[in-house]
């Protein structure tokens, strides 16, 4: 990604984060308002610390927890993903994620025994009473909000630092983009990779953004080892075992960064069937397969020639 005016960084929610603002005067404030937002999101969504609001509704053995508005939001924002994407997104994932060996911080994760694949909970058993905050989830059905939670802070994160400002600003978290106000000259230069947390450039694409919001999944970036098995934490809901590789990254542009990363997560469980859905939606991807032949739809842009 190519800085426009201003930008800072740090790592909060596991990952990078990245918030450039077109008016250098308005940095701090936008990334102030950008912590308020993770660190909001990481107290009602994290599946890492026991105090969140995610633990909870996981712990209560199959009471209902009144919940903050925060935490309703991103249940909807979860359980419209499942229903846009048939299950292939799936919120009750957690017990799948922690038997295969996913069960800490990223950076945490070390080498197991042998592995074994636990089917999702199923998203439909998830009971969200909006008009009173609360949710139920039965017992041993275990939530993880990773497949749109870190979307869904970004698209909130871009949107409340850029209110107020005059000028426009960009918020990445590992990769997954949301833009709010007026873009600079020409769009957001944003580079498109496997790993954007490389310190190098690597193979991929410098596209401009002009607005909305853009995610890319990729299988080749959060891996482990459990057994002689090596797994990536993009996991098939009806199996519980992570999704074939047929491509190892997926970027997709929305008119949010959540609607982007749904359909980018939803292509790598898809496999082949990932180009010809993403056309039919019209959104404009980029999936790269596992032996590095890249595939453009809906009008990505091809690469300028050399």
Partial sequence: MTAVAASARWRALGTSVVVIATQPRELTDAAARVHDVLDQVDEACSRFRDDSELCRVNAAGGSRVTVSRLFVRATRCALRAARLTDGDLDPTIGSSLRAAGY????????????????????WKRIELDDAHSTVRVPAGVELDYGATAKALAADV??????EGLAGGVLVSL???IATAGEPPD????VRVTDDHSSQTPGEGQTIALRSGGLATSSTTVRRWRRGSSELNHILDPQT???????????????????????ASTAAIVRGERAADWLESLRLPARLVAADGEVTLVA???APEAD
């Fill in 174 to 176: 590992g990769g997954d």
């Fill in 186 to 189: 020409g769009g957001w230069a």
């Fill in 103 to 122: 069960d800490r911080d990223f950076a945490a994760v070390r080498a197991g025994g042998p592995v074994r694949f636990v089917r999702a909970g199923g």
């Fill in 157 to 162: 994160a871009a949107a409340s630092a850029a």
């Fill in 240 to 262: 519980g075992a992570p999704a074939e590789v047929c491509w190892r990254t997926v970027s997709v542009a929305a008119a949010c960064c959540v609607d982007a990363n749904i």
């Fill in 299 to 301: 009008g990505w842009p």
